[in-house]
């Protein structure tokens, strides 16, 4: 049976200045994402973190459900209070840090499914859910939802969308949630810290999505629509080049290689 995470430890591991000061824990939550969301409007403070081992009401990108046996994953939201040129990166900081986070602990390279999902081998290992409250025009906060499967058997996520894979089941072996979350954070800050910088981040994003120049297709709005995946702007939208010549560009959908 897979060990409720260990606060005392991860606190030991954790080697950032301002994320994951606090951090909060509870064994079952609905949602990290509305915990974390009821404490920012309660004035909690950047950088504050929100972990739990088993979610009833867990959710992803477009409502979805998101699923995970007890004790097996990290489930976790960092509360951010960023400037309005700030906030339309925060996906793309949070899917880079997963990443980083992954390779460091596995040593599996991973991808970044466009536009916030992670992936060892072409299957999902990781999620990213941005969520936010404005004043006016300026963000007042955002929370970065970060779901990843760790210790757990691929089989139990049959019923997934698209196919699924675990970080134990890639490595065959067990892998520490405490250092897992604790790099995690480490990168989120190394990254936030440098997002405000001339497009460093949407680059390093751009490099790890692997469908640019390739023929795709994207489910958005109800609507399918084929093309070549032409390039990504600094906030992270996509513009397909259409079979006629024409452009279009998407700031949300479902995207697969064309067959």
């Not at 299957?123 to 963000?139: H, I, M, N, Q, R």
């Not at 990843?148 to 890639?170: G, Q």
């Not at 399918?224 to 906030?235: F, K, L, N, Q, R």
């Amino acid at each position: 049976m897979p060990a409720p995470l260990s606060l005392p430890s991860l606190e030991a591991l954790l080697r950032t200045k301002v994320f994951g000061r606090p951090l909060s824990h509870r064994p079952e939550v609905d949602s990290t994402q509305e915990w974390g969301r009821a404490e920012a409007r309660s004035g909690a403070p950047e950088g504050a973190v929100f972990l739990t081992d088993f979610q009833t009401s867990g959710r992803g990108r477009l409502g979805r459900a998101w699923t995970a046996l007890a004790c097996s994953s990290v489930l976790a939201s960092v509360l951010v209070r960023p400037g309005s040129g700030l906030y339309p990166r925060l996906f793309m900081i949070a899917g880079l840090a997963a990443v980083m986070a992954i390779e460091a602990n596995c040593g599996v390279p991973c991808s970044i499914k466009w536009p916030n999902d992670v992936l060892i081998k072409g299957k999902k290992v990781a999620g990213v859910l941005t969520e936010g409250e404005f004043l006016g025009d300026a963000p007042d906060f955002a929370l970065a939802g970060i779901g990843i499967n760790v210790n757990l058997d691929p089989a139990t996520l049959a019923s997934t969308r698209y196919p699924a894979t675990s970080l134990s089941h890639e490595v065959g072996t067990a892998i520490s949630r405490e250092r897992l979350i604790a790099d995690l954070l480490l990168w989120f800050e190394r990254l936030y810290g440098e997002a405000a910088g001339n497009g460093t981040i949407a680059n390093l994003w751009r490099a790890r999505l692997g469908i640019l120049g390739m023929p795709v297709t994207i489910v958005s709005n109800d609507e399918t629509i084929e093309g070549t995946a032409a390039s990504v702007d600094a906030t992270g939208a996509l513009t397909l080049t259409l079979p006629n010549g024409d452009c279009r560009t998407f700031v949300a959908g479902d995207v697969s290689l064309s067959r």
